[in-house]
């Protein structure tokens, strides 16, 4: 399903975007196997000639006075035409498009359509109308990814029985088969996955003259100091993990008293027991082999105007084989978390109404296995590429409580026979142990909370867990930042009572890199997430 908050996406974003498409696409090179059409031969040759500078034309003339030397003509294209025409066959390609191959190549005329039409010149009378085709065409383009995405082809599947985790385990071995284990990684609960963002956190470092850093977000709704533990302990490979762990949450996560259904899930799945046989969850090792196809995408012309040129892209740039990882997670309903609305319906293809999906099947664990994982949360459809969930929306107290009813904390289940030892305390110790051995530097960070919030019951559980991780933190050798009474009154800066919006996070992410007191490490790779 696509989400609202990807129709609200502006024309400046989709501009940038569709260049870096369009960039993208035309350094790579072109080598189909299959023969060429007049057009396409044309578009080849010409690209081949305008690709050589006049110095190394000149270089083959030694006689030839540098003043004779053209340019090659640039036969001008119709970007409005050409953009219509890809979205024609993008459109007929969808009605019937019922594999992840199909959808992949629907995904791919829609990024041609996205690029053509965004290539109408700016003094053009079309111009207004295409950047709202751009935008039309870009959702288009989200919905093909998405369905391309839920159709993966069928392989051996697994869950660890919470949504979130699922989609975020894969993304981020994703992530690290990309670009490699990031040196800063964020874990908590939902309140951590909406209210630290890696991309701003990354930025502000670089404002204040450090490297730039591979930040990725691994949060999950629901998480407890029991979840992270497993996260960190015996989901990961250790050659997965990173150079700095920033665990951003409150005092929820660490109430031994309340019923954690999250962790108590993942403990009694499939992906569970096969972690206990020794089988992790993994991508394929090999990219697949795919024929490259050539498309053309508008080349900028000296007038101005555009051309069309021939390009090949072995991989497409959205959708293609290599391009969704053959993983895939089951789904289950644990963790509540508030999202924004759903977009309307596009009417490419029909989905089951009830989102259902095949139960999984457990994985023989005498045989070498693939962990699968499959997409079906519509919840990973607002997770960035670095794990983060931006909300846009802005708590406002007058009207939030019309729609839901206000819970005190002598009611919240969160608060339940509040109690910091226990379990959660035994899970938190065993972190603070991991990382210390392996010498990674844990900075714990009390996360915002609105006055609205802070009744006298959460207010008093705030201050127990202040004053515990203080001395925790000077025991046990961890930094300890509490932010939780920092912005009580900028609701501006919050989704709801208790989560940070993507203005917050911006916020948290600021105040964390201008914190002097944190020596943030260097990073290892000179590989960038972008």
């Known amino acids: 399903m696509i989400r609202r908050y990807i129709a609200s996406i502006s024309t400046s974003i989709l501009k940038r975007t569709c260049a870096a498409a369009a960039l993208l696409a035309l350094t790579l090179g072109c080598s189909s196997t299959k023969p060429p059409n007049t057009a396409a031969a044309e578009g080849s040759i010409e690209s081949a000639a305008v690709a ?34 890809f979205a024609t066959q993008a459109s007929n390609l969808a009605q019937s498009a019922n594999s992840k191959q199909d959808w992949d190549k629907v995904a791919t005329l829609w990024v041609q359509a996205v690029a053509w039409m965004q290539a109408v010149p700016p003094g053009s009378p079309r111009r207004t109308f295409a950047e709202k085709k751009v935008v039309e065409y870009m959702r288009n383009l989200t919905y093909s990814q998405q369905q391309a995405g839920a159709t993966r082809s069928q392989a051996s599947t697994v869950s660890f029985s919470s949504d979130l985790l699922n989609e975020q385990l894969e993304l981020y071995l994703s992530y690290v088969a990309a670009v490699g284990p990031p040196d ?34 691994f949060s999950v709704n629901g998480a407890t100091a029991q979840v992270v533990d497993f996260q960190l302990r015996r989901l990961l490979k250790p050659d997965h993990l990173p150079q700095m762990i920033v665990w951003a949450d409150g005092v929820r996560a660490f109430n031994s008293g309340r019923d954690d259904r999250t962790f108590n899930s993942i403990v009694d799945s499939e992906g569970s027991k096969l972690l206990a046989a020794g089988v992790r969850p993994k991508l ?5 082999k795919v024929i490259p196809q050539c498309y053309r995408f508008p080349q900028r012309c000296p007038n101005n105007t555009f051309r069309r040129g021939l390009t090949s892209v072995k991989r497409p740039l959205w959708g293609g084989q290599d391009a969704h990882p053959t993983i895939k997670f089951m789904s289950s309903g644990t963790g509540i978390l508030p999202v924004a609305e759903n977009a309307a319906t596009y009417k490419l293809k029909p989905i089951a109404a009830d989102g259902a999906t095949p139960q999984a099947q457990l994985i023989p664990v005498s045989r070498p296995t693939t962990v699968a994982i499959r997409q079906v949360n519509q919840l990973a459809d607002s997770i960035d590429s670095n794990g983060f969930m931006p909300m846009s929306g802005r708590y406002n107290p007058n009207t939030y409580y019309r729609e839901r009813a206000y ?27 991991f990382t210390k051995a392996r010498k990674i530097p844990l900075i714990f960070v009390n996360l915002p909370l609105t006055d609205d919030y802070l009744d006298g019951t959460r207010l008093w559980a705030e201050q127990q867990f202040r004053q515990r991780m203080q001395q925790l933190s000077q025991q046990k050798g961890f930094a300890f930042r509490d932010l939780s009474q920092r912005w009580p009154g900028r609701n501006d800066y919050f989704f709801d009572p208790s989560h940070l919006n993507h203005f917050g996070a911006m916020a948290v992410s600021r105040l964390l890199a201008t914190d002097s007191s944190i020596v943030w490490p260097r990073p290892k790779s000179r590989r960038t997430d972008g």
Not at 54 to 62: D, G, V
Not at 187 to 213: C, H, I, N, Y
Not at 284 to 288: A, T, V
Request: net charge positive; charged share 20%; with cysteine.
């Open 284 to 288: 394929p090792s090999d990219e697949p």
């Open 52 to 85: 050589q500078s006049p110095q190394s034309i000149l270089a083959r003339n030694p006689n030839k006075p540098k003043k004779s030397i053209s340019l090659p003509s640039c036969p001008q294209n119709d970007a409005f035409t050409e953009s219509v025409n």
């Open 184 to 217: 800063v990684l964020i874990v908590g609960s939902s309140r951590a996955l909406q209210g630290v963002d890696p991309k701003q956190l990354k930025q502000s470092l670089v404002q204040r003259g450090s490297p730039s850093l591979k930040v990725f977000n």
């Open 407 to 433: 819970v005190s904390g002598q009611y919240d289940r969160d608060y339940k026979d509040f109690n910091l030892g226990g379990k959660q305390a035994t899970a938190f110790n065993s972190v603070v142990a």
